[in-house]
């Protein structure tokens, strides 16, 4: 293996010619949501036994032609990720640690039998989409641009093996701040009957078939009028929420978080948990059984539990209900202060001393 740079991809660019106008783009801006609102443009690059990866093109935004036997729609060989672009007040577009997005999509691919992307071209996805839908990465504090790339095996053919053919795409959604109104603890459901993922599967790769397994239990959460779900491994710990990994903080100021084989190991804990340990505070990374948890909020032991991921950030967890119990959380001060830290970071208001931002357009 060579470490030599990979040279960049020509990207084939198609402007749209139905963009939507400024005007109309700053109303829309205005109260984004999540995930109904794309760009003007989409990235697409694709990858064959022959060719490997080529035909990089910037497109219009629009619909996919697809064939009915497409591998992805019978046997779900798709990965993806999620992160975003923060405008700066100096009118700068950054992203936060893209190549940790860029590793784990290979790593990701790996696990579903698919080719990987190199994280060089990776990263100029990101950049050749800025470069045309720039405009669209919001002013208003709390807002972001969320960048979505996934791929997925297009080759029309039913029979069980790893396609011959795929494709990568990136797209863009405008985000509006998560939490409107400030950030508000979550109750959390103990699903016990149903798990996400298992060992030996694919729980540690972003993939949807996860979060297809995720999706009934989540229904049973809000049956139980919680807002989300946490799942227990295959060996009975807690693992994580299906979309967010989980912290506990205890009374001596140690974080704990679960480490279990089917835990999707996410950027935004990691840096949490980095920045905790710069101030001081002891990191665990190990099993923690759903006794310790509850037992440890019973004694007084653990003070804060929250979850952590790129669309929420910080959520702290207010309450864990489960078959025949419900038991308040403790609320603390450290989950809101790192959530702080690591935005400051993001928008540029902190100074970035770990390198962690990537200026996507110059
Ligand atoms: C993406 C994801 C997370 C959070 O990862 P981040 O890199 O922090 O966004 C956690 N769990 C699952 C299952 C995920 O797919």
């Not at 996400?196 to 078939?209: L, V």
């Not at 505070?281 to 923690?288: A, K, M, S, T, Y």
């Amino acid at each position: 293996m060579t470490d030599a740079p990979l040279p960049p991809l020509d990207f084939a660019v198609t402007k749209n010619l139905a963009a939507v106008s400024p005007a109309q783009r700053a109303e829309m801006l205005e109260d984004p949501g999540f995930g109904t609102i794309f760009t003007d443009h989409m990235v697409d690059i694709c990858w064959s036994e022959k060719g490997g990866w080529h035909r990089p093109r910037v497109q219009p935004y629009g619909p996919i032609s697809l064939s009915p036997a497409a591998a992805v729609l019978h046997y779900a060989q798709e990965v993806f990720e999620g992160l975003k672009a923060y405008r700066h007040a100096d009118g700068g577009i950054y992203t936060f640690r893209p190549e940790e997005n860029g590793k784990r999509l290979q790593r990701s691919a790996r696990r579903l039998a698919m080719p990987e992307l190199p994280v060089e071209h990776f990263l100029q996805s990101l950049e050749e989409l800025i470069a045309v839908d720039g405009a669209w990465v919001p002013e208003k504090e709390g807002q972001t641009l969320y960048l979505r790339p996934f791929m997925f095996a297009k080759e029309a053919f039913l029979g069980v093996r790893p396609a011959h053919k795929y494709a990568y795409y990136l797209i863009a959604s405008p985000a509006g701040s998560y939490f409107t109104g400030g950030v508000k603890p979550v109750s959390i459901w103990l699903s016990e009957n149903y798990a996400r993922a298992a060992k030996g599967g694919t729980g540690a790769a972003k993939t949807g078939g996860n979060y297809a397994s995720s999706l009934l239990p989540q229904s049973e959460a809000y049956e139980k009028g919680c807002d989300q779900v946490v799942f227990l491994d295959s060996d009975g710990n807690v693992e994580e929420l299906g979309g967010m990994n989980i912290v506990f903080v205890k009374k001596d100021g140690t974080l704990v978080t679960p480490a279990s084989e089917s835990i999707l190991d996410g950027i935004t804990r990691n840096s949490l948990l980095e920045l905790a340990a710069d101030r001081g505070h002891r990191v665990e990374r190990r099993g923690v059984s759903l006794a310790e948890w509850r037992e440890g909020v019973a004694s007084g032991d653990i003070v804060e539990v929250f979850a952590c991921g790129t669309a929420a950030v910080v959520t702290p967890i207010g309450t864990l209900k489960g078959e025949g119990f419900e038991d308040a959380q403790p609320l603390g001060e450290l989950a809101l202060s790192l959530r702080e830290e690591l935005t400051d970071i993001q928008y540029g208001r902190r100074e970035d001393t770990k390198g962690w931002l990537r200026r996507l357009d110059a």
